[in-house]
């Protein structure tokens, strides 16, 4: 079973839509969680940290189930730039010092 | 901001030979890391590196790879014996501590390395 799964997508979405995707990891001790940004061969850019209680930072809002080994990532008000990969990231204390990476999941927003 | 950078951007290399890609990680970071993408696939874990030793290694960095921090501010991967398989781009990433403590990982913008 994969650390961390995600949905490929493609979503291709119009601008000004809300847009969500999920990820969900394997390991129930994992501990820390990240949304990464990667655009067209470039490298994967932290977007935000996902923290228990849900966390927002301008459109985007994060959050965590733990019960169901979930994270989430809402994107709102779609702008253009928000075109590329999401990546759900996961590390696991009791696994080493490695982060997991989902496939990723690529969006586009349509004009 | 403090980056990580890496060389070359991209490199090819015929199948066989031996490739060294560079990264001077962010200066006060403790942990590094190797990861590789492979075209159109997700981001695979290759090593980590901590305290001038592995820390961690997956099933890809067989006996072909090896990494090694040469002075104070390089931290070097290298393939010996290059397959086409092992074209793809490399990224180096470092963390000011371990994944354990749950700290992001911040990447360089990767080593394209095309092997012919």
């Known amino acids: 079973r994969k650390e961390v799964e995600q949905d490929p997508g493609p979503f291709n979405v119009p601008e000004g839509a809300t847009v969500a995707f999920n990820c969900t990891y394997s390991?129930?001790?994992?501990?820390?969680f990240f949304w990464y940004r990667q655009d067209c061969r470039k490298e994967p850019k932290l977007l935000m940290s996902?923290?228990?209680s849900g966390n927002e930072d301008g459109r985007f809002t994060a959050q965590l189930n733990r019960a169901s080994q979930y994270i989430s990532l809402l994107i709102r008000d779609s702008k253009l730039s928000d075109s590329a990969t999401y990546l759900c990231v996961v590390s696991n204390p009791n696994t080493g010092n490695q982060f997991y990476f989902g496939t990723g999941t690529s969006l586009t927003v349509i004009p | 901001e403090p980056e990580v950078t890496q060389t070359p951007s991209h490199q090819v290399t015929q199948m066989g030979q031996e490739v060294i890609l560079r990264c001077v990680p962010i200066?006060?970071?403790?942990?590094f890391y190797w990861y590789r993408q492979i075209l159109g696939q997700k981001v695979e874990f290759l090593v980590s590196?901590?305290?001038?030793?592995?820390?961690?290694k997956s099933e890809i960095f067989d006996d072909q790879f090896s990494v090694e921090r040469p002075d104070g501010s390089n931290f070097t991967l290298k393939i010996r014996s290059t397959k086409l398989e092992d074209s793809a781009m490399y990224f180096c990433a470092s963390s000011e501590a371990g994944a354990r403590t749950g700290n992001t990982i911040y990447f360089g913008e990767g080593s394209w390395l095309t092997v012919v």
């Open positions: 390991n129930s001790a994992s501990q820390s």
């Open positions: 590196f901590y305290n001038n030793e592995i820390s961690e």
């Open positions: 996902v923290y228990s």
């Open positions: 200066s006060n970071h403790l942990y």
